[in-house]
């Protein structure tokens, strides 16, 4: 079945420090890749997402290219803030009934 | 503004009582889902919803059940409360022909 994989953290970075968190996947066919964002004390919002292969999702300064050769869709950015803080989802879709499989998610502490 | 409402944020209920939580979306979605959130595993897909009074199983279904009446409502019922159904529970929806799931804020109940 489908699966995403991405690390657990804390990630703990500095402000203005340049930010990568992994993604890989396993899926059949051409699934969309996504980047969810959850606040404290709030649901999820989606980031960014890419629907197919070379695609690069963006927004907020955060960055995500779709990659089938190495099945990965890695989140960046360049300089976080403090208030990057937040725990970091990538997902897939693989269609049908658009039953989204998440990662466990990664959870950043950017520090001042 | 597009909005998915849970019906409460905070639950404490007590072993063996029947639990309700609620959801309503008021984007006209076909999609709606129900997950539970817990340290360590990420998003779990209990059940899913792709039209009125249409259900699906997810990956963790047991001790859980759900209804779909109408379109903008999807409740997820504890038959009987336990303990280990302690947890955050995330309310979603999306459209059929979309990719973007819209959550709500979450419930974290409580079973005592």
């Known amino acids: 079945g489908d699966s995403v994989t991405q690390m657990e953290g804390p990630v703990t970075l500095s402000e203005e420090a340049f930010l990568t968190i992994n993604c890989t996947y396993t899926?059949?066919?051409?699934?969309?890749l996504f980047w969810y964002v959850q606040y404290p004390g709030e649901g999820l919002q989606l980031l960014l997402k890419?629907?197919?292969?070379?695609d690069k999702g963006s927004n907020k300064g955060f960055e995500a290219t779709y990659r089938k050769e190495t099945t990965s869709f890695h989140l960046e950015k360049g300089s976080v803030q403090v208030s990057d803080s937040a725990v970091y989802f990538c997902?897939?879709?693989?269609?049908?009934?658009?039953?989204?499989?998440f990662g466990i998610g990664t959870k950043l502490q950017v520090i001042p | 503004d597009v909005k998915v409402t849970q019906s409460s944020r905070y639950l404490v209920k007590r072993t063996g009582e029947k639990v309700f939580l609620e959801c309503v979306q008021d984007?006209?979605?076909?999609?709606m889902f129900w997950y539970r959130q817990d340290p360590g595993l990420g998003l779990r897909l209990i059940y899913f919803?792709?039209?009125?009074?249409?259900?699906e199983k997810g990956d963790i279904p047991e001790g859980y059940s759900v209804s779909r009446e109408k379109k903008e409502r999807f409740s997820l019922i504890l038959e009987s409360a336990s303990t280990n159904q302690t947890s955050m529970y995330l309310c979603?929806?999306?459209?059929?022909?979309?990719?973007?799931?819209?959550f709500g804020q979450g419930t974290r109940l409580t079973v005592v």
């Open positions: 899926a059949t066919g051409y699934p969309s």
């Open positions: 919803s792709y039209d009125v009074k249409m259900k």
């Open positions: 890419a629907t197919k292969a070379d």
């Open positions: 997902a897939l879709d693989s269609g049908g009934y658009q039953k989204v499989t």
């Open positions: 979603a929806s999306s459209h059929v022909r979309e990719h973007e799931a819209f």
């Open positions: 984007m006209d979605h076909e999609n």
